[in-house]
C-alpha cells in the first residue's frame, strides 16, 4: 500500500465519522422538531417508530465509531491495513470498500463460520 492509499483510506474514515455525527445530528433535530408538534395519531406511531431507530442507530453508531477510531490508531501505529488474526496484508481492494475492517476475507469468513455455530453451553 503506498502512502497516497493510506492517506486516501485515512481521509475516508474521517469523512465516514463525520457522516456518522451529521446524520445523528439531523436525526436529533428531527426528533425535537416533531416533539415540538402538537402530536396526533398518526404521528405518534412516527414519534414511536423514530424512538425505536434512534435506540437502534445510537448502538450501531457507537459501534461504527469505534471501530473507524481503532482503525485510524492503527495508521497511527502502522498496523494498519494488516489481518489481526493471520497479520497478512488485506488487499487494498477490501480496505477501500471498508476502510475499517480488521480482518482479512479469510479470517472473517472463519469467524462468521464460529459465530453460527451454537455454543456447547447453550
Known amino acids: 500500500m503506498t502512502d497516497d492509499d493510506l492517506k ?24 425535537q422538531q ?24 445510537d448502538e450501531r453508531e457507537k459501534k461504527e465509531i469505534e471501530e473507524i477510531n481503532l482503525a485510524l490508531d492503527r495508521i497511527e501505529t502502522g498496523t494498519y491495513g494488516i489481518c489481526e488474526r493471520c497479520r497478512k496484508t488485506i488487499p487494498l481492494a477490501r480496505l477501500e470498500s471498508l ?12 469467524e462468521e463460520v464460529l459465530k453460527e455455530i451454537p455454543s456447547a453451553t447453550a
Open 99 to 110: 476502510p475499517s475492517v480488521r480482518l482479512c476475507i479469510s479470517c472473517a469468513a472463519k
Open 8 to 31: 486516501h483510506l485515512e481521509q475516508k474514515l474521517f469523512r465516514q465519522r463525520w457522516e456518522i455525527f451529521r446524520s445523528r445530528r439531523e436525526l436529533e433535530e428531527d426528533w
Open 34 to 57: 416533531l416533539g415540538e408538534r402538537e402530536i396526533e395519531y398518526e404521528e405518534e406511531a412516527q414519534k414511536a417508530n423514530l424512538t425505536e431507530l434512534f435506540e437502534q442507530l
